[in-house]
Nanobody
Framework: VQLQAFGGGLVQAGGSLRLSCAAS????????WGWYRQAPGKERELVAT???????NYADSVKGRFTIARDIRRNTLYLRMNSTKPEDTATYYC??????????WGQGTLVTVSS
């Protein structure tokens, strides 16, 4: 599975940004799609996930502000980021889990939120 994430950049606090992640290759059997982030000096953390069945899960820090969505036909994952805060500054990674095989990671896209 190859994951290509893009859409990161600089945004002012309170602004919006949409990240995209296109999946290609051996995408059969993916049962979980997700966004994770890693800020400088911190561990990687979960942002949001969506299962193959459409169940959503969000980190408390982004609930009500971020929305994860998936376009099944385009094999693309999205993260809509609204009401951004400086603490959202991080490198954002998309990842998928293939049932019985494991997790695949994209290369990351940097999001910087200025105050």
């Amino acid at each position: 599975v190859q994951l290509q994430a893009f859409g990161g950049g600089l945004v002012q606090a309170g602004g919006s940004l949409r990240l995209s992640c296109a999946a290609s290759g051996a995408i059969r059997g993916i049962n979980l799609w997700g966004w994770y982030r890693q800020a400088p000096g911190k561990e990687r953390e979960l942002v949001a996930t969506i299962t193959a069945g459409g169940h959503l899960n969000y980190a408390d820090s982004v609930k009500g502000r971020f929305t994860i969505a998936r376009d099944i036909r385009r094999n693309t994952l999205y993260l809509r980021m609204n009401s951004t805060k400086p603490e959202d500054t991080a490198t954002y990674y998309c990842a998928v889990n293939r049932l019985g095989i494991g997790k695949y990671w994209g290369q990351g896209t940097l999001v910087t939120v200025s105050s």
